[in-house]
């Protein structure tokens, strides 16, 4: 089994009283798709926020390829190879999804922009946005204002602005949420065409049954901040600790 790419270890974030995060220790790896689930509140995106570094831990570590990054800010992380999906608010919003998910590509690449003046430079980056925007299946809308997009697009263009960073961990937090049906599909083929490639670790948190079903490799769930169980999705959903708490919800929502 390959070295795990993230680890965190007895993770725990404290609101006043409540313990949001309760000491979770967890491990992930390359090539596999982890889906974490649990009702309303339960942690998860306060989770991924240790994760990414939007909050502080209180106490436990995080860890990326064995490098700790517990007290790095996000932008340091992110340079760590942590992606978690940019908030479209960092858009520059009279710029096109193409212009947009060029500058996504330059600043991952980190060159200066006297560099960028260089013709074959620019060309090279326009390139690679491209092969991103296809990919996203963004090319119709390329060059539309970013945020005059309908609301799938932008979902997708989350995820274009993502694998232009060219993260090792990649963090969903709901990306179908609000979405309409016909949406949907197109974001979680999205993330099931980056399992493909078997160096990426992939986190999604998702409440949809069937989703989780058809893209998950693990599941692990969380309970009033404490991570419940951990395994092969068939197990997970099937153990009585699960549908005590979780599949109660779920059925509800279906
Ligand atoms: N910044 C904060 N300050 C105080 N309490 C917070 C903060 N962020 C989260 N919490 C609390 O931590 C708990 C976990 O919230 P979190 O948003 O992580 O849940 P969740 O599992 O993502 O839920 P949902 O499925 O509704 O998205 C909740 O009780 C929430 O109110
Ligand atoms: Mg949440």
């Known amino acids: 089994m390959s070295h795990p790419s993230l680890v965190t270890e007895d993770l725990t974030i404290r609101f006043g009283g409540h313990v949001a995060v309760n000491s979770v220790s967890c491990e992930f790896r390359p090539g596999e798709l982890t889906v974490i689930v649990?009702?309303?509140?339960?942690?998860?995106?306060?989770?991924?926020?240790?994760?990414?570094?939007?909050?502080?831990?209180?106490?436990?570590?995080?860890?990326?390829?064995g490098i700790e990054i517990t007290k790095m800010p996000p932008s340091a992380r992110a340079h760590h190879g942590i992606g978690r999906a940019f908030q479209l608010t960092n858009l520059f919003p009279k710029l096109t999804v193409l212009e947009n998910i060029r500058l996504a590509v330059q600043a991952h690449s980190g060159q200066s922009w006297k560099i960028m003046t260089r013709v074959d430079s620019l060309t090279e980056l326009t390139a690679k946005a491209e092969r991103y925007l296809e990919a996203t299946k963004l090319?119709?809308?390329?060059?539309?204002?970013?945020?005059?997009?309908?609301?799938?697009?932008?979902?997708?263009?989350?995820?274009?602005?993502?694998m232009a960073m060219e993260p090792d961990i990649y963090m969903f937090d709901e990306p179908t949420a609000g979405m309409s049906l016909d949406h949907a599909p197109d974001v979680l083929d999205l993330i099931a065409e980056l399992k493909h490639d078997h160096s990426k670790t992939i986190l999604l948190v998702e409440h949809k049954m069937d989703v989780v079903r058809a893209l998950a490799d693990r599941i692990i769930v969380l309970h009033n901040g404490a991570l419940i169980a951990d395994g092969a999705p068939d197990e997970v959903m099937s153990s009585q600790i699960v549908r005590d708490v979780y599949l109660g919800k779920s059925t509800e929502a279906a």
Request: charged letters at 15%.
């Open 38 to 65: 649990g009702p309303n509140g339960a942690g998860k995106t306060t989770y991924f926020n240790l994760i990414s570094g939007q909050l502080p831990v209180s106490e436990g570590r995080v860890l990326k390829d």
């Open 139 to 162: 090319g119709n809308v390329a060059h539309l204002p970013a945020t005059a997009l309908p609301h799938g697009d932008q979902r997708k263009l989350e995820v274009a602005l993502l």
